[in-house]
Each structure stands twice: as C-alpha cells, then as structure tokens.
C-alpha cells in the first residue's frame, strides 16, 4: 500500500470529469491497489473520504469512511464503503446547511447546503451494485464526494463565501457552535 500526493484547487485535475469502469477494469489489479492506496492516503490525512481526482486520476471512484476524526468530531460513523461508477438517483427537497471541508482545499472550511438525504447507485470494488440510502452526514459525504468526480468542489456549491474559515478560526470561533447544533 502507498501513501499517495492529494491534487490540490488549481491542479486542472480537480476539475476535471472523470470516466467510468467497465466490470474488466474494476477487476484489474491496477484498479484494486489503486483503491488500496486510496483507503490508505484518505486515513492517514484524516478525511472522510477521497475521490479518484483528489489523487490525480480521473476515473470514477470514491473511498468514504467516518470513525472517530479529529477533523470531523461529533458525527456518526460510516463504515468504509467503495463507491465505482456512482450515480445520485434521489434526493431530498429538504437541504441541511453544515461545515465541511476538503483535502485538497486544505485549511479551509465553509458553510455548504445539502439535499439531507440521497439514494446512490453504485458498484462496490468487486463490480457488485450497491443502493445506498443515506441521510445525514453520510449523505453529505457522498454528495461531496460525487461533486469531486463530475469536477466540483464545495465552494461551488457554497450560496456566497462569507462563512469561508480558516481551520485555526474554526476550532477558536465555530466548533462548539457547529456541536451543539447537532
Ligand atoms: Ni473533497
């Protein structure tokens, strides 16, 4: 397993669409050590989840896992789940404005609407569909996460800049509140 270089806003593969898997290409070796060092790059810097892009390739596939995060404290966890080829076939009219952040946006964290729950489409690392229905944080993730594979970032999706924070004003001016919100 390998620890891998996270892209970062500028690199042009940030932006980029990516494509999707053919089940002879999930299969290759190639893809399933890719997958491996994506697990890997996404724990060793605390994130929640990390797509293809973020590690310079422009493939359609996200790594999701929440346990106990010093970057996210206060949120449930979610078990590691491969996401290839992911599709958001539902969501929901509610929206939910919460904090997030990104590793290849680094020290910076924003306010950012979200449909509260999602039904996602996808195939796990062996080929086989997946349907998750995810509500919470979770759906967040999936959402930012699938944002990542169509070339969009959370600052896009961000109505203005004006909660935009960096990370040491977060903890000082923000954390707490964020907490006792939920
Ligand atoms: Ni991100």
């Known amino acids: ?24 290409e999930i299969r290759l070796p190639e893809t399933q050590s890719l997958i491996d060092h994506m697990i890997e790059t ?17 493939r359609q596939i996200a790594v999701i896992e929440v346990k106990e995060n010093s970057r996210y404290p206060d949120v449930p966890e979610v078990p590691l789940t491969v996401l290839i080829n992911p599709r958001i076939t539902k969501r929901s009219q509610k929206l939910v404005e919460d904090w997030e952040g990104c590793l290849s ?29 995810a509500k919470g944080f979770f759906a967040r993730v999936i959402q930012h996460e699938w944002d990542h594979l169509q070339g969009n970032v959370y600052l896009d999706r961000m109505p203005n800049l004006k909660t935009l924070t960096h990370l040491s004003e977060f903890i000082r001016h923000w954390a707490n509140r964020a907490g006792e919100k939920k």
């Open 1 to 24: 397993m390998a620890i891998l270089k996270v892209a970062r806003l500028g690199h042009p593969v940030i932006r980029m669409e990516t494509k999707s898997l053919n089940a002879q």
């Open 42 to 58: 996404m724990r060793e810097y605390d994130g929640v989840g990390l797509a293809a892009t973020q590690i310079h390739v422009a």
């Open 105 to 133: 946006i680094p020290d910076l964290r924003g306010m950012v609407p979200r449909n509260e729950s999602v039904i996602c489409e996808a195939l796990d690392r062996n080929g086989k569909s997946i349907h998750l229905e």
